[in-house]
């Protein structure tokens, strides 16, 4: 069965620290990886892409590793800030004619002061 | 370029009572998805459609759910009668055909919440 397992469920931390979030996935096939931030009340962001041959990706403070071969995933933010409190979902597709996602349940981060 | 549309952001209805979403895809994007995000939870695909045919309804409880995009653009999505676990978040999502890299962009959701 094609699942994407997130850990941690949830995470505290204090502003301006760094943080790693984790995401192992069996889907088959497999298309590309992404992981996508969703603020309360709001439909998710995409954040970064992935296919099986990048190995890491950044976007501004945000940067997605990607392991193919023991098909992990990672999200480090650095310097967190207030604003990066939201859940962080890691979305696998397996690409083909639908494109259908398989979603984590998502990592829950707050961002305290 | 506008985002994704959805109407109504808030909806609270009784058991056994009807609820209908609507959603306004990106301008151009053929492809249009119906999410339930029940909380804590991610997103669960209840149909895709390409156009205005259906591509996937695998998971969409068709005894009380249904879904039309008539015209292959604007959407709904109906439940009726409601149970008390319908109550989360509904999300729309559009993209350009599938395939590739075809990024799904979401609209802000419609909270349902059941009593």
């Known amino acids: 069965k094609n699942q994407v397992e997130q850990s941690p469920q949830s995470l505290i931390i204090l502003e301006g620290k760094n943080c790693t979030l984790q995401c192992n996935y069996t889907v088959s096939p497999f298309s590309n990886l992404r992981w996508y931030k969703q603020d309360t009340g709001r439909g998710p962001v995409s954040l970064t892409i992935m296919t099986f041959s990048e190995n890491t990706k950044s976007n501004g403070r945000y940067t997605a590793t990607l392991d193919a071969d023991t098909k992990q995933s990672s999200l480090h933010i650095t310097a967190s800030q207030l604003s990066d409190s939201a859940s962080y979902i890691c979305v696998v597709s397996e690409g083909g004619a639908t494109n259908k996602l398989i979603f984590g349940t998502g990592t829950l981060l707050a961002v305290q002061p | 370029e506008a985002g994704v549309a959805q109407s109504p952001r808030y909806k609270i209805i009784e058991k056994r009572q009807s609820v209908a979403f609507w959603c306004n895809p990106i301008s151009g994007h053929a492809t249009l998805y119906w999410y339930q995000q029940i909380l804590g939870q991610g997103p669960k695909l209840l149909i895709q459609?390409?156009?205005?045919?259906?591509?996937?309804d695998s998971q969409l409880p068709k005894d009380r759910f249904s879904a039309e995009r008539l015209k292959g653009v604007d959407s709904t999505l109906k439940i009726q009668p409601a149970k008390l676990e319908d109550s989360a978040v509904y999300l729309c999502?559009?993209?350009?055909?599938?395939?590739?890299?075809?990024?799904?962009?979401f609209g802000p959701g419609t909270r349902l919440t059941v009593l």
């Open positions: 459609f390409q156009n205005n045919g259906v591509v996937d």
């Open positions: 999502a559009s993209s350009l055909p599938p395939g590739g890299w075809n990024e799904q962009f």
